[in-house]
C-alpha cells in the first residue's frame, strides 16, 4: 500500500484550533464545546470544531445582512461574476489541499477528491459565474383598456432575495457547498453555510480562499457544528432562504421551521432510492462498467446513486452473475492510496446504519454478494448486493446511502413502471436499452427529478436537478436556479 503524501499546508491546517468564519476572518470560538473530526479510514481524531453558540450564528447572519445592503449590492453583475471565476482559479490552484481534506474527513477514494469533488467544484463555480449578466426580467403589455387615451406599460425585474442559509450534508460538502455560494453569489444574494460536522474542514478553507478571490467580508460567513447550529441558522431574523440539502426527516424538519418564521424560502434537495430498469436488450458487458462507477461511486453514498435495480427476466441470471464478479473484484483499502477501488463509509453513525441493514439481510438470507462488514480499523463494509422479497421489503423501500444494491426481476413494462414508482422517493432514475422509441415511451412515466438513458448519477450545471415526491422541492443548476434566489418584482406605469 502506498499511500499519497499529506501536504504541510494541510498539516497545518487540520492542526488549527478551528473557529468560525465570520465576516471575512476565522473567529474564535465562544463556547468550548467542540465536535471530533474522524479519520473514516483509521478512526483517528484528526481535527476538532468549534459548535457556534446562538450568538455566533446571527453574528455571521448580522454580517451577511451588511454584506448583501453595503459591500455585495455595491458590486455590478459583471465584477460578481468576475470574483466566482477568480475563486473558481484559486480552487484549482489548492486543488491538491482540499482533495486532500475532503479525502481525510470523508473516506472519498483521492482520485474522486480531486477529479470530481474538486474539479467539478471549479466547473459549477464557473458555470454560476456566467449567469450573473444573464439574470433579467421581461417587459410586457398590459390588457387594461385605455379609457382616456392613456397607456400602460409593465415589466418585470430580478432582485436577489438577500441573505441565504447553506446547509450542508458529508457526502460532497465542498462541492454541494459552492452550488450554494454559486448560486447565492451570482444572482446577489449573500450566504452563511452550515456544513455537516463531519465533514467541516474544506469549506472552512474555502471561505478564505473567497477572501483571497476579492469577495468582499460577509459575502460568505461559515458557522460550525451541529444539528442545532442548524436551527439557530434557520431562526435567525435576516435569513430569507434556507438551501438545504440532506435527509428527508431533516429536511422536511426545516421545511416546517423555515415556514413558521413568515415563510422564509426553502429549496429541499433529499434522499432518494432511486432506480435502475436493465430493459430485455440491453447489453450486460457493454453496461455494466458504466452501471457500477454509478452505483458505488464514494461507497454508494451518493443521493442520486441507484439502490434498486430492475432487470428484465431473460437477462437477470446473467446480470446477477456478472455484477457479483465484477464486485467482487474491487480492491478495498485506504483512500489515500491511488489504486484503491473502494474506501470506508464516511462517519461512524452511517457506518452504524448501514451496518444495521446488512445484519437484517443476512438475517433474513437475501445476501448475494458482499454483505460483511470487515474486521478490523475503519468503517469498511463490502459491497453488496442482495434479493428482496418484494417491493414492500423494507431493503427494497429504505434509502441505506451506502454500497447495497437491491435487485428484482420484472417481466412487463407496466409490471416495471409500478415497481418502480413504488416509492415515497422520486430523485433520479436509470433506463439501460438501446431500444430508444421504449426509453421514450417509459420516461414520461416514471417519477422522478433526473432521469438517464444508459447512464446514471451524473450531474451537469446546465441540467437542472431535484427531487420529486419526498426526494424534494425546487431546482438546482441550468437557469432553474434562478427562481428560488431571486424575488420577482412587477411593475406598471401609467403615461
Ligand atoms: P442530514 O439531514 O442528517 O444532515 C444534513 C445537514 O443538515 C448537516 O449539515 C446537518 O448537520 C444538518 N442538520 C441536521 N439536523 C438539522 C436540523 N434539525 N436543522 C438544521 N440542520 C440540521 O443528512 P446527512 O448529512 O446525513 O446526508 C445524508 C442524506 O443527504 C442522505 O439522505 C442523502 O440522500 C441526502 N443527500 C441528498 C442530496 C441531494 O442533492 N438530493 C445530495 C447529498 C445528500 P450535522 O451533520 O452537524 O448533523
Redesign the pocket.
Known amino acids: 500500500m502506498s499511500e499519497v503524501q499529506i501536504l504541510a499546508s494541510v498539516q497545518q491546517f487540520i492542526t488549527r484550533q478551528h473557529g468560525h468564519f465570520i465576516h471575512g476572518q476565522c473567529t474564535d470560538a465562544e463556547s468550548s464545546e467542540r ?1 471530533a473530526l474522524v479519520n473514516p479510514a483509521t478512526e483517528q481524531v484528526i481535527a476538532t470544531i468549534a459548535v457556534a453558540t446562538e450568538h455566533e450564528v446571527d453574528q455571521a447572519v448580522q454580517s451577511a445582512h451588511d454584506a448583501f445592503h453595503h459591500a455585495w449590492a455595491d458590486t455590478s453583475p459583471y465584477e460578481r461574476g468576475q470574483k466566482l471565476n477568480k475563486l473558481a482559479d484559486l480552487v484549482e490552484q489548492h486543488a491538491e489541499e482540499l482533495a486532500q481534506l475532503e479525502t481525510l474527513t470523508t473516506g472519498k477514494l483521492i482520485n474522486l477528491s480531486r477529479h470530481l469533488e474538486v474539479a467539478q467544484t471549479v466547473v459549477f463555480l464557473r458555470y454560476f459565474a456566467g449567469w450573473a449578466t444573464k439574470i433579467h426580467g421581461q417587459t410586457m403589455q398590459p390588457s387594461i383598456p385605455s379609457m382616456q387615451g392613456e397607456k400602460y406599460t409593465a415589466y418585470t425585474m430580478r432582485q436577489p432575495i438577500g441573505v441565504v442559509a447553506g ?6 460538502s465542498l462541492m ?1 457547498g459552492c452550488w450554494k455560494i454559486g448560486a447565492a453569489l451570482t444572482t446577489g444574494c449573500t450566504i452563511v453555510l ?6 467541516t474542514l474544506s469549506l472552512l478553507r474555502l471561505a478564505e480562499l473567497a477572501i483571497e478571490a476579492g469577495i468582499p467580508a460577509g459575502v460568505i460567513n461559515v458557522v460550525t ?7 439557530y ?2 431562526d435567525s431574523k435576516y435569513i430569507k432562504k434556507v438551501s ?8 422536511i ?2 421545511g416546517q ?1 423555515a415556514m413558521k418564521n413568515d415563510l422564509t424560502r426553502v429549496s ?5 432510492k432511486n432506480a435502475a430498469a436493465i430493459l430485455a436488450d440491453a447489453n450486460i458487458d457493454e453496461i455494466l462498467p458504466t452501471l457500477l462507477q454509478a452505483t458505488f461511486v464514494h461507497q454508494g ?4 446513486a441507484p439502490e434498486r435495480f430492475f432487470i428484465h427476466q431473460s437477462k437477470y441470471d446473467e446480470f446477477i452473475e456478472k455484477l457479483t464478479g465484477a464486485i467482487q473484484q474491487f480492491k478495498i483499502g485506504s483512500p489515500l492510496d491511488e489504486s484503491t477501488m473502494f474506501g470506508p463509509l464516511s462517519n461512524k ?2 457506518f452504524d446504519k448501514v451496518k444495521q441493514y446488512l445484519q437484517m439481510a443476512q438475517n433474513n438470507d437475501q445476501v448475494i454478494s458482499g454483505g460483511k462488514v470487515l474486521a478490523g480499523i475503519g468503517y469498511f463494509v463490502e459491497p453488496t448486493l442482495l434479493k428482496v422479497t418484494g417491493v414492500d421489503d423494507p431493503l427494497f423501500i429504505e ?1 441505506t ?1 451506502g454500497p447495497v444494491v437491491d435487485v428484482i426481476a420484472f417481466e412487463s413494462d407496466e409490471e416495471l413502471i409500478t415497481m418502480m414508482n413504488h416509492s415515497r422517493f422520486g ?1 433520479t432514475a436509470s433506463v439501460w436499452s438501446n431500444d430508444l422509441a421504449k426509453a421514450l415511451r417509459l420516461i414520461p412515466q416514471i417519477e422522478a427529478g433526473s432521469v438517464w438513458v444508459n447512464m446514471h448519477t451524473f450531474l451537469d450545471p446546465a441540467v437542472p ?3 420529486v415526491k419526498a ?2 422541492q425546487g431546482r ?1 443548476f441550468s437557469d432553474a436556479f434562478i427562481e428560488d434566489y431571486t424575488e420577482l418584482k412587477s411593475v406598471m406605469i401609467r403615461y
Open positions: 465536535v446547509i450542508v450534508p458529508w457526502n460532497f454541494i452550515k456544513p455537516s460536522e463531519f465533514t457544528g451541529t444539528g442545532q447550529t442548524g436551527q441558522l434557520i438545504f440539502t440532506g435527509s428527508v426527516p431533516t429536511g424538519a426545516i421551521q429541499l434537495e433529499l434522499g432518494g453514498q451518493v443521493c442520486a453513525a452511517h434509502e446511502f430523485l436537478f431535484g427531487g426526494s424534494g438546482e
